[in-house]
């Protein structure tokens, strides 16, 4: 067995928009970068039945469908597609050093630069009928797929922020929103919750959780139970939406990147570069705010040319 360790202009971790995106320009840009797809290859989108609202799709395209195409175009250009999980990492404080990282838990790399597109990864409720009508009526992004509601009555679970805006979201496209809390109370904001109790369309049920959802191909309503009284019931809706939280798949970059409290990776102003020279992070895996496929492509657009210009100024 050879000991010569692989060494790699520009290596790209995940395969979601942000990372084919990169794929695509760091290519066209003569890095020659290697693609690790990770555990989902094609990323969230690949659980997308329909994606009608990213630009250039007219008529609207099959999540699976976008992201074969995103990699065709990636390998177009010289893209090499690995199937592969990233499993161990050490990067390099030095500017222009070896960036070492291991795939698989044997294989052993060396990267001068390293785009990381990981993404991150929607926290669902576990339930076995959850599980089996995701794309067919549970969604854990309102604004990728309320548009496909409009005038149906859904229901929403979460109690922050983000529940409560994609509740009020979702309030001015469907019939009736129903707002399931699990608690007694919100954990929004003192103003988010005056907007979800000032919209009329919109009734928010409090110690309430979810005990099944409802439907053979398609959402069709939920069983639902008071965690206090014990009281059961259903409730008939079209569309749940689960929104309460995303998990950033960063555990492997843990002590060796910056990350905020929930572990997104923290990047320098306007630009897509970590605290490690040479190594860059775009997509979800970065970005806690918009969590879209066309912002997510667009940051790996910024990575691949943050990429370039780095390894053009190091030394022959």
């Not at 971790?13 to 320009?25: C, F, L, Q, W």
């Not at 109790?197 to 309430?208: A, C, D, H, I, Q």
């Not at 990350?259 to 979800?284: C, H, Q, R, W």
Request: hydrophobic share 35%.
């Amino acid at each position: 067995m050879s000991d010569i360790v692989e060494k790699i202009k520009c290596l790209i971790i995940g395969s979601g928009p942000a990372g084919y995106t990169a794929a695509i320009y760091a290519s066209r840009a003569d890095l020659k970068p290697v693609l690790y797809t990770g555990m989902e290859p094609g990323g969230q989108l690949t659980t997308t039945t329909e994606v009608d609202n990213f630009p250039g799709y007219p008529e609207g395209v099959d999540g699976p469908t976008m992201m074969i195409q995103l990699q065709q175009q990636a390998e177009r250009f010289g893209t090499e597609v690995r199937i592969g999980m990233v499993t161990q990492v050490e990067f390099s404080s030095e500017v222009g050093g070896w960036h070492q990282v291991t795939v698989d838990g044997s294989k052993k790399i060396e990267a001068r630069s390293i785009i990381i597109s990981t993404g991150a990864t929607a926290k669902y409720l576990g339930l076995p009928s959850e599980q089996r009508l995701r794309g067919g009526g549970v969604s854990a992004c309102a604004v990728c797929d309320g548009f496909f509601y409009k005038g149906q009555d859904v229901a929403i679970v979460g109690a922050g922020d983000t529940a409560a805006e994609e509740a009020t979201y979702l309030s001015n496209i469907c019939k009736s929103v129903t707002m399931l809390v699990r608690k007694e109370s919100m954990r929004a904001s003192k103003a988010m919750q005056h907007r979800v109790n000032n919209t009329p369309n919109l009734k928010v049920l409090y110690s309430t959780e979810v005990e099944e959802v409802l439907g053979e191909n398609v959402v069709e309503g939920l069983k639902i139970f008071n965690n206090v009284s014990g009281e059961k019931s259903e409730i008939s809706v079209t569309g749940l939406f689960v929104a309460i939280g995303h998990k950033p798949n960063t555990d492997v970059f843990k002590g060796q990147l910056e990350m905020d409290e929930t572990g997104y990776l923290i990047t320098k102003g306007k630009s897509t570069k970590t605290n490690k020279p040479g190594v860059f992070a775009a997509g979800d895996v970065q970005d806690k705010e918009y969590r879209q496929a066309v912002t997510a492509a667009g940051t790996g657009c910024m990575a691949a040319l943050d990429a370039e210009r780095y390894l053009a100024e190091l030394p022959n």
